[in-house]
């Protein structure tokens, strides 16, 4: 039954629909969000540390999904050369396309999953509940997860095109939502009138190479971008989009 087991975990890892997750903390904030477990294996051998480090544990119906196997077996399906002693499968299924109820955060084209993550992260921390992911890195990419420190569990994400995402925000025709691309020659965001901020506004940030794409920028009605010196030609993706993101949001003191 072990062995089934664990060949089935192996066939469904990169699963779209599945979350492969290989650190107590991160296992322990997909619980703690309501996602489900598919299939936990546990190191025989750190389940006691484990368990008593994180509450999680404690519930019954949680740990009747947990195998335990020896560390060699984890050590094969984990993805570090240090593997904490559990790795699990969650269920992830993709949210229904739907406008966002505040402000939000697009993503055209980002394909590194680390900048994805990171950007994830920041959202959480500066309100931003609702992402579109436009074509971007996959959400289920161990990299995202890892970098985004759990944020995917706390943000509505939605994976879909761009045309679908035109077609559901229908910008021209709807004046509810307003869109600001971040671009090198937009205007300085330190600078802007903040009578242009709505309630329902959202940034967007393109590809790392190739910047924003024509059809995210024919969409927007305005473009922002961060100051710097010393010659600098620009930021990493995730970091503009952070101050970005920080900025607006707090601009009028709602901390």
């Known amino acids: 039954m072990q062995n089934v087991k664990i060949k089935e975990f192996k066939r469904q890892k990169n699963d779209k629909f599945l979350l492969f997750l290989d650190t107590p903390k991160l296992i322990e904030e ?4 309501g996602f489900v477990p598919k299939i936990i294996f546990v190191d025989d051998e750190k389940k006691e540390k484990i368990f008593n480090d994180f509450n999680i544990f404690s519930n019954n119906s949680f740990t ?3 195998f335990f196997v ?6 094969s399906l984990a993805d570090v050369k240090t593997p904490q002693g559990i790795v699990a499968l969650f269920e992830y299924p993709e949210l229904e396309l739907k406008l966002p109820s505040n402000n939000f955060l697009v993503l055209d084209t980002v394909q590194d999953a680390g900048n994805v993550g990171t950007l994830l992260r920041s959202a959480v921390g500066a309100g931003f509940n ?3 992911l436009l074509d971007c890195a996959k959400i289920n990419n161990i990299k995202l997860i890892r970098s985004s420190m759990g944020a995917i569990f706390k943000l509505n994400i939605f994976q879909t095109s761009k045309n679908d995402f035109i077609d559901l925000f ?3 025709n709807n004046s509810n939502y307003k869109l600001f691309g971040c671009d090198m020659q937009g205007q300085n965001i330190f600078k802007i009138n903040h009578k242009i901020l709505t309630n329902n506004f959202g940034i967007v940030l393109g590809n790392e190479g190739t910047g924003l794409s024509l ?3 024919n969409i927007c009605d305005n473009f922002l971008s961060v100051p710097m010196l010393n010659n600098l030609e620009s930021l990493n993706v995730a970091v503009a989009g952070s101050i970005i993101m920080f900025y607006l949001q707090f601009i009028n003191d709602k901390i």
Do not use: G, H, P, T
């Not at 020896?70 to 050590?75: F, G, K, R």
């Open 30 to 33: 997909a619980c703690l969000a």
């Open 64 to 66: 009747k999904k947990c």
């Open 70 to 75: 020896s560390s060699n077996i984890i050590a």
């Open 130 to 132: 609702d992402v579109y």
């Open 170 to 172: 229908n910008f021209k």
């Open 215 to 217: 059809e995210i920028k």
